[in-house]
């Protein structure tokens, strides 16, 4: 749920809100937005490039073809435009909740309780913040393309996120990878630089990038993001999906397998705070 809020007279100022419960608030984890981006444990997303209408991608389109379960169309379907004021220091807040869905000719975005579609002339994503959500975005993105089977698409990526947290802090992993001369960065930058890093491959025709830096969600933690990129060779859609369908999987694995031995096992994960019911 993407929300905007105001103060009469004083400014801007953001707040969430939780569908789950229907309340406002500025702690709370929220659908979408800033708030819920907080919470993240793992992401993943399936992007494509290439020749989209976004107007396709309309809700009820989605529910003809059963590509989404049918309860997750109704929530956001069922979501109104609703505004709320509430007293807050010498004036007013005033809170917007936008409604889950917005489909034109040039941009689509869609938020569904499990996953994220947004679509526009040249790029295409559909994404989810929560692992037990990871196999209906792949499900979802080949269901779409083998009914669009005759959409250019020029290029495929899937990519992962976390946060992990170890028993060194979180300076003392990253220096030791990316700063061995660590004099030199001190005698420029001074002794409290934050360092980070993007690993790059190419095997089996596939470009995987690994980029580590510091997490700014999780105390000393580390962020971890992977992408597997492949060029797509035709213009139609079954190569694609052929690759999300054999690789995806793998790619999950890969993900885990590359960063422990890079890192190592961390001993605590950033978990996405579910609403209270």
Known sequence: MCVGAFVKGQGVIAFGYDSATQKFGKDLP????????????????????????????????????????????????????????????????????????????????LFFPSLRLTVNYERFECSTEE???????????????????????????????????????????????FAKNDSAFQNSLGPDYHIGGTIWSIQKGVKSSLKIEKSNKLDNGVYIQANYHKDIETIQTEQPINFIQENYDDFINQFIEESKKILGDPEETWKMQQPKK
Do not use: C
Request: glycine residues 4%; proline residues 7%.
């Open 30 to 109: 929220g659908n979408i937005g800033f708030q819920r981006f907080i919470k993240v444990l793992n992401f993943t997303s399936i992007v494509l490039l290439g020749n989209f209408n976004p107007a396709i991608y309309h809700p009820e389109w989605l529910e003809k073809f059963k590509i989404l379960p049918i309860q997750e169309i109704q929530w956001a379907e069922g979501e109104k435009t609703e505004m709320k004021e509430i007293p807050y220091k010498n004036g007013t807040l005033v809170l917007k909740k936008i409604p889950p869905l917005m489909v034109t000719p040039d941009l689509t975005e």
């Open 131 to 177: 692992r037990r959500n990871f196999s209906l975005v792949k499900d979802v993105v080949i269901k779409i393309f083998s009914l669009l089977s005759h959409t250019p698409i020029k290029a495929v990526g899937i990519n992962f996120h976390a946060h992990w947290k170890f028993k060194d802090p979180s300076d003392v992993i990253l220096k030791n990878l």
